[in-house]
């Protein structure tokens, strides 16, 4: 593994039980949840039983000092083989301590292991490049589509030894929020839901994992996908009812709007429906690619134009008019199934 490269967590967490030990880990990104996760899998590797209180110790930027971080590193571990330091939020440090940090990991105690974490890395900066250069950098993204859910998912039916087959994994990610920390909940309420059997079926997971925010909303994109206009004023209505932010909803159908924006545009370059939907589209379940396409089919491109348009003043409006949510979203579903 090439220490100047960034590794996203599960490429990490992947390889991480066969490589060699490393003196800086880097963990960074918006992701808490999965930056708490490559950290208990760092701090497993590092601590030995019975060793956790004296080999190992956890900083925090905003009440510890540079000095202090590098006086633990500097001690000698007790029982382990390595003393491990673990600097939480590094990038809420001060910029004279951040030096002492970049300094010490150009030569770091080969005895000691240094973890930080940030929620995000400024490469511009000569602290960071320094870093950067020797360090293992693991950066923890925030679930961008359902493929991403899918693919934390696999990893966590096969470390938790469990089975669930494609439909039951189809219908759990549909079903949820694009959140990993919820989605965990979720994978927990049906492990004691199934009492530990080990086999999650798609009937546990209809019981247990009611429909979400992100469920209904793909229920609005598909009809207005259709163009119909009715129901997806009906399904629209519910979501407000159950008190669904316009800010949200605008954002799931500008990526909805940019995947048939993208599906035209591949088409215009010769590139065939079926090969589109096996190739180009994975963010969308295989069951509903083909419908993506026909969906991609009911806009032209001056209606794609328009519908951005569209949708970027509804998020304005959203943002800065004392207007009620509901009638910026009817509006501009009216709009957009009229364009």
């Known amino acids: 593994m090439a220490k100047s ?5 599960y490429e990490f967490l992947k390889n991480f039980p066969n490589l060699k030990s490393q003196s800086v880990y880097y963990i960074f990104g918006p ?3 999965l930056k708490d996760i490559v950290l208990k899998k760092i701090t497993k590797k590092y601590q030995s039983a019975g060793s956790e209180d004296f080999d190992s110790i956890v900083l925090h930027a905003d009440t510890d000092s540079a000095v202090n971080a590098l006086e633990q590193l500097e001690m000698m571990p007790f029982m382990a083989k390595f003393r491990l330091v673990i600097l939480k939020n590094f990038d809420t440090m001060k ?3 951040k030096n002492l940090i970049a ?6 105690v080969p005895t000691s292991i ?5 929620d995000k890395i400024d490469e511009r900066t000569k602290v960071n490049k320094l870093i950067s250069e020797k360090a293992v950098k693991i950066i923890c993204r925030s679930p961008y589509n359902s493929t991403d859910i899918l693919r934390w998912l696999n990893i966590e039916i096969r470390e938790k030894k469990l089975f669930m ?12 929020e694009l959140d990993y920390q919820l989605a965990a909940n979720e994978l927990e309420k049906l492990i004691i839901y199934t009492k530990g059997k080990g086999n999650i079926t798609i009937d546990d997971v209809k019981e247990t994992v009611g429909k979400s925010r992100t469920n209904k909303v793909y229920d609005l994109q ?18 407000i009812a159950n008190n669904e932010t316009a800010v949200f909803i605008i954002i799931m159908l500008s990526r909805f709007f940019l995947t048939l924006w993208r599906i035209k545009a591949l088409q215009k370059n010769n590139i065939s429906n079926s090969e589109i939907e096996n190739r180009y589209i994975p963010e969308i379940f295989y069951k509903f690619r083909k419908e993506h396409v026909a969906f991609a089919g009911n806009y032209s491109d001056s209606n794609l134009s328009t519908i951005f348009s569209l949708l970027l003043q509804a998020d304005i409006d959203a943002k800065s008019l004392n ?8 509006i501009l579903v009216y709009k957009i199934c009229k364009s």
Not at 103 to 108: D, F, G, R, S, T
Not at 165 to 176: A, G, V, W
Not at 323 to 330: G, N, P, Q
Request: glycine share 2%; proline share 3%.
């Open 31 to 33: 992701e808490n949840y």
């Open 222 to 239: 598909n009809e207005i996908g259709k163009q119909n206009l009715k129901k997806s004023l009906t399904i629209l209505e519910n979501m």
């Open 323 to 330: 207007l009620k949510d509901e009638i910026i979203l009817e």
């Open 103 to 108: 300094e010490y990991v150009q030569n770091p």
């Open 5 to 9: 490269r960034t590794l996203p967590h």
């Open 95 to 97: 910029v004279s301590d």
């Open 165 to 176: 087959d494609n439909d039951s994994k189809e219908l759990f990610t549909r079903s949820i």
């Open 114 to 118: 240094l973890v930080l974490t940030a």
